[in-house]
């Protein structure tokens, strides 16, 4: 029941853009972000709810759209520190835990 | 500093042996969770806990067990039964469980990567 997540992982150059795929098989009321750098924890990136809107900060926004039991993560002009692993982590409706996915792997060059 | 620790960040153990790994926060968050973190698996959950003296399972419990009799603690134990225990663990908290854990981020901890030889 982990959602899924494309692609598994990614170059690009500094300034370039991305998007990172979240799809579940199940309803959902609410999905997660994280960026995990090499042997530190995950840092929360943001959450969308079910009726929310498109959320984001700077460079950085992301999507859920309920009927497709999707979401997506945008990196608007990377940066070298946008470097590292993305988690999608999912809700579902009256549960009471996030699944997470299995991860992207996201390295920027300079 | 308020925060969530994880100790030891290393750990060794023999195999057959038990090991219990430490989480403790001081941010007066209710609910609590391990995470077992495999290269290319992401997180998965083990436990997780809403209140004192309560505690569910998580999707790959088998193995493991753990203890909620403080807010602040939630100890995890690896025993012998847990066939592959080599694994990057992390323990995280929110605010609230149950429906309203959708409103609020987990903060992790450091994690402890813990070796059986």
């Known amino acids: 029941q982990q959602p899924v997540q494309s692609p598994q992982a990614v170059i690009l150059r500094e300034g370039e853009d991305a998007v990172i795929n979240c799809s579940s098989s199940?309803?959902?009321?609410?999905v997660h972000w994280y960026r995990q750098k090499h042997g530190e924890a995950p840092v929360f990136l943001m959450i969308l709810l079910k009726g929310g809107e498109q959320k984001g900060h700077e460079k950085i926004s992301a999507s859920f759209n309920e009927k497709k039991q999707q979401s997506s993560l945008y990196l608007t002009a990377s940066q070298l520190s946008y470097s590292g692993t993305y988690f999608c982590g999912t809700e579902r409706v009256r549960d009471d835990k996030i699944i997470f996915g299995k991860g992207t792997r996201l390295h920027i060059l300079p | 500093d308020g925060g969530i620790t994880q100790s030891p960040k290393y750990l060794f153990r023999k195999e057959g042996q038990n090991v219990t790994l430490s989480c403790e926060q001081n941010l007066n968050h209710d609910a609590m969770y391990w995470y077992r973190q495999d290269p290319g698996q992401g997180l998965r959950l083990i436990y997780y806990s809403q209140i004192v003296n309560d505690f569910q399972k998580g999707d790959i419990a088998e193995g493991y067990s753990v203890s909620r009799e403080k807010k602040e603690s939630f100890p995890l134990t690896v025993t012998s039964a847990q066939k592959n225990p080599t694994a990057f663990y992390l323990c995280?908290?929110?605010?609230?469980?149950?429906?309203?854990?959708?409103?609020?981020?987990?903060?992790f901890g450091p994690g402890t990567r813990l070796t059986v030889l």
């Open positions: 199940k309803a959902l009321y609410s």
């Open positions: 995280a908290s929110s605010i609230v469980g149950r429906a309203l854990s959708s409103y609020n981020e987990q903060f």
